[in-house]
C-alpha cells in the first residue's frame, strides 16, 4: 500500500467514518438483541435435534450437549458415510461434514479424531447451522429431508 503517513506510516488513506460508526451501531444494536436470539436459536437447534433422535436410530450428538454454539448442531450416522448425506441433501439444506476454515479439505476432522470419537462416527459427522431467521418450518423440512434420504441411503446400503 502506498500513500499518507497516517498512523505512523502504518497505512494510506482517510479513516471511513461513516463506517466506523455503521459498524459501532450494528455492535449495539447486536449486543441488545443477542440474549433472545441465542436462547431462541438454541430452542430451534435442540427441538430439530429432539426429531432427528426421535426418527435415525443410531444418531450421535458430537461434542458437549449442554456447553455449544446455539446455532450448531453436529451430529453423527455411524455406518452412514458424511459424503453420501451431503450428495442427497447438499442443495436443500445448510449442512456440510465439517468447520467452514476447513472447506475443501478431504482428511478427517482434526478435531473430532482428537475428541477419540470412532471412526464411524467421524466419517459419519455432519454440521448443520442454524440462526436468527431460520423459522420453526424450515426445522421441520430439515428433519423431514435428512430423515427421508438418510431412511434410502441405509436401503441402499443393505440392498
Not at 427441538?47 to 450448531?72: E, K, M, W
Amino acid at each position: 500500500m502506498y500513500g499518507g503517513g497516517q498512523q505512523k506510516g502504518l497505512r494510506p488513506g482517510t479513516l471511513n467514518v461513516p463506517g466506523i460508526v455503521g459498524l459501532g451501531e450494528a455492535c449495539r444494536l447486536r449486543q441488545l438483541e443477542m440474549d433472545d436470539d441465542e436462547r431462541a436459536i438454541a430452542a430451534k437447534r435442540d427441538h430439530l435435534q429432539n426429531r432427528l433422535f426421535g426418527s435415525i436410530p443410531g444418531l450421535v450428538v458430537n461434542g458437549d450437549p449442554h456447553t455449544r454454539l446455539a446455532g450448531n448442531l453436529h451430529i453423527a450416522i455411524p455406518g452412514i458415510p458424511n459424503s453420501a448425506v451431503i450428495a442427497r441433501v447438499r442443495h436443500k439444506l445448510a449442512i456440510s461434514t465439517g468447520s467452514a476454515c476447513a472447506s475443501g479439505v478431504e482428511a478427517p476432522s482434526h478435531v473430532l479424531t482428537a475428541m477419540s470419537l470412532p471412526e464411524d462416527v467421524i466419517e459419519g459427522s455432519l454440521r448443520i447451522g442454524l440462526g436468527k431467521f431460520t423459522t420453526d418450518e424450515d426445522v421441520a423440512a430439515a428433519a423431514e429431508i435428512l430423515t427421508t434420504e438418510i431412511k434410502a441411503i441405509r436401503k441402499l446400503l443393505s440392498e
